[in-house]
């Protein structure tokens, strides 16, 4: 695993469900430098205290995936891409993470 093959202890922030979280920091939590968890619902309220409004708080999200937004400039996205993964708030979260208090003020 990462962790246990890091030549130095690892800071670690893991984003989750909680019932995961909790699972993993029992089992990870000696293992590393730090081990922080946070569900999604704790990271989007940090995000908007700073007062970052994440793209899934938006009132358009969602909307691209209506057959009247489509039109021919668009893109479209075959059936076998269909996923909704795609749009899985955790998909976009990840280009807040840099944002995120506790990822700002960990000590590099």
Do not use: C
């Not at 893109?75 to 269909?82: A, K, T």
Request: net charge positive.
């Amino acid at each position: 695993s990462m962790i246990r093959s890091a030549k130095k202890p690892l800071n670690v922030i893991l984003i989750g469900e909680e019932d995961i979280n909790k699972k993993a920091y029992k089992h990870f939590r000696r293992r590393t430098a730090s081990f922080i968890t946070m569900t999604v619902e704790e990271a989007q309220q940090d995000l908007m205290q700073q007062g970052l409004n994440p793209i899934w708080k938006w009132g358009e999200w969602g909307t691209s995936s209506e057959p009247t937004w489509k039109n021919e400039n668009t893109i479209h996205v075959g059936d076998w891409d269909d996923l909704e993964t795609h749009a899985h708030v955790l998909n976009h979260l990840r280009f807040y993470i840099p944002y995120l208090g506790v990822v700002k003020n960990t000590k590099r």
